[in-house]
């Protein structure tokens, strides 16, 4: 077996919505975060291995030393909701586990099967109360990742198939550990079962493995499809896509009225947003050619606007303190929030003391489309506004 799967739980959720990126998807190099995700695995892992749920410090120190406190904090909340589900009685703890699905490769008549495998971060078994936990760390803080992804599902699938038979349990719980995520519920559960694992596997990824191997494979170009395809600026299907797209918006605002309605530009705008995250993955892509030292005709990196410095902090303290004496050249500013958890720890940072003192304001206004989960922010009506403001006046 390979080290890379040509089909590995981590890909899935690209390769089953978009079976035709297969085909052109390009291996990229490994970057600084995700060789910085590998070490945080590594160290939960060894931690775990020893039954130690409390994080060793020197562990820390293959970080860079300004990194340290957050992801000490973030390995940590792991190593805790680890310990929350391994203590209850009578389970079995599988750490790293390399599972695969080729035992299926012939039940369901798909060879593909067999390039499907991957390692599962902490499993738990049950057999007393008839149950299964996979569990996966994430260390990204952008972007949530939910326990209901194609990535989890195949790790059931396959901790179904290497470690007992699926009629032994009645539950799977797949896991979700995103302790550095900067909105939303860091530690997710969704609850299946065998059954229903194995039909995932038999009529989602088995159409889709043969379809990508087909000779005219579906592509499918979309937000989620091509969030971590790396040729998402470069595809065919994406381009000719944001081509009709584009046409269809103009095409429907050709003949608009002399003053443009703000129904008529909410509908411009909602069908442009394709185009808009299409234009700048292509930007992205080009900016990365032109730094790769190859020539794009018709564009160039300059140097933008930047912001004077110091060249030298020391020298100009010794300059001030010689020339001005005086002077006031320091400022203060008291530490943000994130700043005092790490400064005063854990013990202090969890309390309810402390996070009285703490407040969130609301966010700046996004716009999204109006399907989107979170709620709409509610804003009175110009008169209204007015109306309240000459009462409280009066």
């Known amino acids: 077996m390979s080290d890379h799967a040509k089909y590995s739980p981590s890909q899935l959720p690209r390769i089953i919505r978009c079976p035709g990126s297969v085909s052109l ?3 990229q190099p490994s970057s600084v975060y995700a060789e910085e995700g590998t070490k945080c695995h590594d160290i939960v892992a060894k931690h775990l291995e020893k039954r130690n749920f409390t994080l060793d410090p020197k562990s820390m120190v293959i970080f860079p030393e300004e990194d340290r406190v957050e992801l000490a904090q973030a390995i940590q909340d792991c190593l805790d909701f680890a310990f929350t589900v391994i203590s209850d009685e009578g389970t079995n703890v599988v750490i790293e586990k390399q599972v695969t699905l080729d035992k299926f490769v012939e039940p369901y008549d798909c060879p593909h099967l067999n390039q499907v495998y991957g390692t599962a971060d902490l499993i738990v078994q049950n057999l ?7 569990i996966d760390w994430k260390f990204g803080k952008g972007i949530e990742v939910f326990p209901t ?6 790790y059931g699938v396959g901790a179904l198939q290497s470690i007992e038979s699926a009629a032994r349990y009645d539950k799977v719980y797949l896991h979700i550990g995103q302790p550095r995520l900067y909105m939303g519920e860091t530690f997710k559960v969704h609850e299946s079962t065998p059954d229903e ?11 889709s493995l043969l379809d990508c191997t087909s000779i005219n494979p579906t592509f499918n170009p979309s937000e989620e499809a091509c969030r971590w395809c790396s040729v998402k600026a470069t595809c065919p299907a994406r381009f000719e896509q944001a081509q009709r797209t584009a046409q269809e918006v103009f095409a429907v605002h050709a003949a608009l009225p002399n003053i443009v309605s703000i129904d008529d530009l909410a509908d411009f705008l909602e069908r442009s947003r394709d185009l808009t995250s299409y234009i700048k993955d292509i930007e992205f892509h080009i900016v990365n050619t032109i730094k790769s030292g190859k020539l794009v005709k ?47 720890k854990r ?3 969890k309390t309810e003391e402390f996070q009285a003192l703490i407040v969130k304001p609301l966010g700046k206004p996004t716009l999204v489309p109006e399907d989107d989960k979170r709620p709409a922010i509610k804003y009175a009506d110009a008169g209204q506004i007015f109306a309240d403001y000459v009462e409280e006046d009066i």
Do not use: C, M
């Open 149 to 154: 992804s194609h990535q989890l599902h195949a």
């Open 25 to 27: 998807h390009e291996q």
């Open 197 to 207: 694992l194995l039909s995932w596997a038999q009529h989602t990824l088995v159409p």
């Open 298 to 344: 018709g564009l160039k990196l300059v140097e933008g606007r930047s912001i004077r410095q110091w060249a030298d902090e020391k020298q100009f303290f010794n300059w001030a303190q010689e020339n001005h004496p005086d002077a006031e050249i320091f400022t203060q500013k008291l530490i943000s929030p994130s700043q005092a958890e790490r400064l005063f």
């Open 128 to 134: 007393e109360k008839r149950y299964l936990r996979i």
């Open 347 to 349: 013990a202090v940072a």
